[in-house]
């Protein structure tokens, strides 16, 4: 029998493999996420002053709602297909099997958001010194988006029309991040030191990464019985 | 103890034990609002900096008390049904969503009343002000779910899981007021040294408080009540019951 360690790379691998094969879906939510930030200019106002405040703001709401969208073809093929069954029945722990799905997902959906972040921040005049800041925020955020996601998408797997539902379920999870990623970017677009901030976003990454795969394996044995 | 409350757990012995207790928790609430708003309306002195426009407090504290507080019961029966699977466990969760919604909208709209005249706004964004607000959406999801769910026990275990990743939100919300501190009041009762609030509106305070307590207790058994029925109607004792009305 393999290892649990090597169970969990292959199936990253397996994940990762199924993404790749699928190309055209994954540019989807990155193309959601370029055209709200692109709205906000023309629902708001085009000047720079104006934008500038909101920056952080619209980047993170953008980002949030577009790691929302993507959640909902987590678990759905598989659920679809059966293999979730069978992924649940092998031997191995489930919490790190749903681990390595969830971490396919995030480099698969989290991390191009990470990289486009910069070149959108400039569309919405964002200050380069907070663009740093912009991108780590990100990078704990985004892990998180996708780890308490998954627990709304492992709930509502076994409906029909999850997808308004899943929205109710996950977006107020999302808030405390919201709050302190984008806090962390407005404050250092004024000059300011952002380490408490990050600090948060750091706690709540690991109290995620630690506590949800339980949430997330129990929720789906739960949409399978 | 145990073997009372095993009894007490089974539905049919719930539903008939239920009724009286919920009578009397009912009445003991009647009695304490009734003394409670008089006191808080009519004894209690104007505050120095509010006027009378503080004796909201008096309806708005307790309804946010309670809008936590059923929160917690909500996700402890809910683990509770989720580890041992008591039907009634289930039961009262899904019976104190609506309950706790209806106390967090509660909190809200008589916050916003104060608010106007205090603040001179009717919504500000404050941290605990929104964490309420997140409340109330974790209750509309949980209800959501509830009923989006066909099987009443997947249902209740799948919303049970979900009460419990929002309780997470619990100490957010009352450590918001440490972390931000902004526009709303700090806490004047629970500092660990003497309580900052007058004497003569902490006593109307805790008895409206208890009030609230034993309302929603009341309540919630009445709600359970007609939740059990629905549950079991292929039971034979609701059968006879219905048979015998």
């Given amino acids: ?225 | 103890m145990w073997a009372f409350l095993q009894r007490f757990s089974s539905p049919r012995y719930f539903y008939s034990l239920s009724q009286p207790i919920s009578r009397w928790l009912g009445g003991i609430c009647l009695l304490l609002m009734l003394t409670g708003l008089y006191y808080g309306l009519f004894k209690a002195p104007p505050d120095y900096q509010q006027g009378d426009s503080y004796r909201i407090m008096f309806i708005h504290v307790p309804a946010a008390w309670m809008s936590m507080f059923v929160y917690m019961v909500m996700a402890i029966s809910g683990a509770i049904g989720l580890i041992w699977r008591i039907k009634l466990a289930d039961v009262i969760a899904a019976s104190s969503a609506p309950l706790g919604a209806s106390f967090t909208f509660l909190a809200l709209v008589t916050g916003s009343l104060w608010g106007k005249p205090m603040w001179g706004a009717w919504w500000v964004w404050d941290a605990r002000l929104t964490s309420e607000l997140i409340l109330l959406f974790l209750y509309f999801g949980v209800m959501a779910l509830n009923s989006a769910i066909e099987d009443k026990r997947i249902a209740a275990r799948a919303s049970a899981i979900l009460a419990l990743v929002g309780v997470v939100n619990i100490p957010i919300i009352h450590y918001s007021v440490v972390w931000w501190n902004t526009l709303h009041q700090g806490s004047t009762i629970t500092k660990l040294d003497a309580p900052s609030i007058h004497i003569d509106m902490l006593i109307p305070l805790l008895l409206m408080a208890f009030a609230f307590k034993f309302y929603y207790f009341s309540v919630v058994l009445m709600r359970a009540r007609c939740e059990v029925l629905e549950r079991e109607k292929n039971s034979t004792w609701v059968q006879e019951l219905v048979a015998s009305r």
């Fill in chain 1, 1 to 225: 029998m393999a290892s649990e360690f090597s169970t969990f790379l292959m199936l990253l691998k397996r994940d990762l493999t199924l993404a790749y094969r699928h190309r055209g879906e994954l540019a989807n939510p990155l193309l959601f996420f370029v055209i709200v930030v692109s709205l906000f200019p023309l629902g708001i106002s085009p000047e720079s002053k104006v934008l500038q405040t909101m920056a952080p703001g619209i980047i993170w709401v953008a980002a949030l709602l577009a790691a929302m969208l993507s959640l909902d073809n987590l678990f759905r093929s598989d659920f679809e297909d059966g293999s979730l069954e069978q992924i649940i029945l092998t031997p191995h722990s489930l919490s790190l099997l749903v681990l390595a799905k969830v971490f396919a997902h995030w480099l698969v959906t989290g991390l191009p958001l990470l990289l486009l972040a910069p070149f959108l921040s400039i569309l919405v005049f964002m200050p380069s010194e907070a663009m740093w800041t912009l991108i780590l925020t990100l990078a704990l955020g985004t892990p998180i988006l996708s780890l308490v996601g998954a627990i709304g998408v492992a709930l509502t797997v076994g409906l029909r029309r999850g997808g308004v539902l899943l929205s109710l379920l996950v977006l107020p999870l999302y808030i405390p991040v919201l709050i302190f990623a984008a806090n962390a970017v407005n404050v250092a677009a004024k000059g300011l030191p952002v380490t408490g901030q990050l600090y948060f976003l750091g706690a709540l990454l690991s109290l995620a990464l630690t506590l949800s795969p339980l949430a997330i394996s129990t929720a789906l044995r739960i949409s399978l019985s």
